[in-house]
């Protein structure tokens, strides 16, 4: 007597289906977390020392100079009220911010 076939069986490859379907869930779920590793550590990061944030905008503006993004003028002002916010020396308005 020979086995007759099963009516509802499951082909091979169904499961094959299912098994990358799973693996692109877990790949999305790492990515993910992965993600939120990297937004925590930004956000939880210790500030850098005033000074050195100041310097950093320093470079920053030279370089934007260079590249004729912004003249010299432009730059000067904007470093300037970066360090006066960064550092808080000479709070108030001076009249700056209304020409940039």
């Known amino acids: 007597m020979a086995a007759e076939p099963k009516?509802?069986?499951v082909p091979a490859s169904a499961g094959k289906q299912g098994s990358r379907t799973a693996s692109v869930i877990k790949g999305a779920s790492a990515a993910l977390a992965s993600a939120?590793?990297?937004?925590a550590s930004v956000a939880f990061a210790p500030q850098?020392?005033?000074q050195a944030r100041v310097n950093g905008i320093h470079e920053d503006l030279q370089r934007a100079?260079?590249?004729?993004?912004?003249t010299p003028e432009q730059a000067a002002r904007f470093?300037?009220?970066m360090s006066r916010t960064i550092l808080g020396s000479g709070e108030g308005s001076?009249?700056?911010e209304d020409q940039a």
Do not use: T
């Not at 100079?65 to 912004?70: E, I, P």
């Open 7 to 9: 009516k509802y069986a």
């Open 36 to 39: 939120a590793v990297v937004a």
């Open 48 to 50: 850098a020392a005033p």
């Open 65 to 70: 100079v260079q590249l004729k993004q912004l």
């Open 79 to 81: 470093e300037e009220r």
């Open 94 to 96: 001076s009249g700056d």
